[in-house]
């Protein structure tokens, strides 16, 4: 492949260039903001992050950057191999742009978050969601992860004088620091299997090109490339919060700033899952099917992941460590299109954390704003929400009834594609098991229900503010919520498409 710099080349990372300007950018305005008008450097950071969206969208819309139709040669990988911008990339880079634009716009009035640092932090680490994303090569994988994860853990413990935020973030780190090095061990051995037979490559397309050719490998060599999976696993798995490598979860959502949270929640989960697909279908370990060993390793995942989740959360009195095991049950729903290995299930899995970063978002955008009245995150702040806060309850209602997936909305349509893409591809077993689990879920979510339309609070006379920024950035939360729910053919074509093309590339 090429080493000479091109125009493709810059057009490819254009997204990411304008976050680095847009970052060094909100340092600058940062230093000139008086502490009256502290609030606008979150409203900088919005709009400037939806600038970078309509760039991102732009490419692709008037430049045909990325190309679908380019086919996967030596030529179509840029960066001396190390990236790969196609539709799968895009999808991705519109899910991390919106969770950081709505983010942004929900932190706006939280008066410890009002740092150009917080929104400068946001920013790098959604640079290193992108490229994890369009990452092709394991080095540029794992630059991108440490982008990603230095930002995050300096974020989680970004209130340095609230001990639990302190806590989360060193938690967070130490845990990251455990599962990255576990993987970095586990990518080391598959560089070296192939070093060992006169490849050096790290491009996980050669090794998957190189696996699919190599007929019947020794057992020695299949023991060692199973092993780099298992280990390559833990990382990913951390990222995705998937059972066991979840446990850092709840103390992390539940210490972190409740702005961060709902970030790393949406954004962090949805970057994951970008490397699994890349890594896994490129067949790196080899050609993913019901026969491999690393297979059945993933459905165990799956199934513990969405069913420990649910059963954990039911006993939660903490909202956002219910949401916390919420998420570890979501991650286990988006499992089941990833490990069916079709077109359809991974479009699937790309359209549920596309409506998830709106749905959990709004979730957590309310609890940010119940939480800077009454600094806390019990539950029964929750009770009679409805009589405080109508438009905040209804917000809070759509976000539970979509994480529950009840119609009209994204969560119910969503399922229905993972679960059909399951069913298609002979798993129908699994599906009924997420089905099962998106019972058990809606005891807890309707609670929530309960709790703000039925109960009483003593609080009721206490108002809950509610700013403009905020008040749009759930809106459209609600709004995509309701529109994916009840015309997501569009959406779920566009990540069809994504998939098709890479199985197409791939296989």
Request: include cysteine; hydrophobic fraction near 55%.
């Amino acid at each position: 492949m090429s080493s000479t710099l091109t125009l493709d080349w810059v057009l490819v990372l254009i997204p990411e260039i304008s976050l680095v300007i847009l970052l060094a950018a909100i340092l600058f305005y940062d230093r000139s903001l008086t502490p009256a008008n502290r609030r606008n450097v979150g409203l900088f950071a919005a709009w400037g992050s939806f600038a970078v969206l309509l760039v991102t969208l732009g490419l692709w819309l008037l430049f045909n950057v990325p190309d679908n139709q380019q086919s996967l040669s030596a030529s179509s990988l840029v960066w001396g191999g190390m990236i790969w911008n196609d539709l799968i990339t895009l999808v991705f880079r519109v899910i991390f742009l919106s969770a950081l634009i709505v983010t942004s716009l929900v932190s706006v009035d939280v008066e410890r978050l009002q740092r150009g640092e917080f929104y400068a932090l946001l920013i790098a680490a959604t640079i290193g969601f992108s490229l994890m994303a369009a990452s092709a090569d394991l080095i540029m994988l794992y630059i991108a992860l440490e982008t990603a994860s230095i930002s995050s853990y300096v974020l989680a413990g970004f209130i340095t004088e609230d001990e639990q935020s302190s806590e989360a973030g060193m938690k967070y780190f130490v845990y990251g620091a455990v599962a990255t090095g576990i993987m970095l061990y586990g990518m080391s051995l598959l560089h070296g299997i192939f070093s060992s037979i006169g490849i050096p490559s790290t491009n996980i397309y050669q090794m998957g090109l190189v696996l699919a050719n190599a007929g019947t490998i020794p057992p020695e060599a299949n023991g060692v490339i199973l092993l780099s999976a298992a280990m390559i696993i833990v990382g990913f798995g951390f990222k995705i919060s998937a059972v066991p490598f979840h446990f850092w979860t709840p103390d992390v959502y539940n210490g972190a700033p409740t702005s961060f949270t709902a970030f790393v929640s949406t954004a962090s989960k949805a970057a994951g899952f970008a490397i699994f697909l890349r890594v896994l279908t490129a067949g790196a370990f080899g050609a993913p099917s019901q026969a491999s060993l690393w297979w059945a390793l993933l459905i165990s995942m799956c199934v513990i992941t969405m069913t420990l989740g649910n059963f954990a959360a039911i006993y939660q009195n903490d909202i956002k460590r219910l949401l916390a095991y919420s998420s570890i049950a979501q991650a286990g729903y988006v499992l089941i299109g990833l490990v069916a290995f079709t077109p359809d299930g991974s479009g699937a899995a790309m359209f549920y954390l596309l409506m998830y970063v709106f749905t959990n978002i709004a979730a957590f955008g309310v609890i940010i704003l119940i939480n800077n009245v009454s600094g806390t995150n019990d539950l029964r702040d929750l009770y009679g929400l409805n009589r405080r806060s109508p438009y905040l309850a209804l917000v809070m209602l759509f976000a539970l009834l979509s994480l529950g997936g009840i119609p009209p909305t994204a969560g119910f349509i969503g399922k229905f594609f993972v679960f059909k893409a399951a069913v298609d591809a002979g798993y129908w077993w699994l599906a009924l098991l997420g089905i099962l689990n998106a019972f058990v879920a809606l005891y807890y979510y309707l609670s929530i229900v309960k709790y703000m339309y039925l109960y009483r609070s003593d609080h009721e006379d206490v108002p809950i503010p509610v700013s403009r920024a905020a008040q749009i950035g759930l809106a459209v939360s609600v709004f995509l919520i309701i529109f994916l729910g009840v015309y997501a053919g569009p959406a779920f074509d566009w990540t069809r498409e994504a998939a098709n093309a890479f199985f197409t590339l791939t296989g």
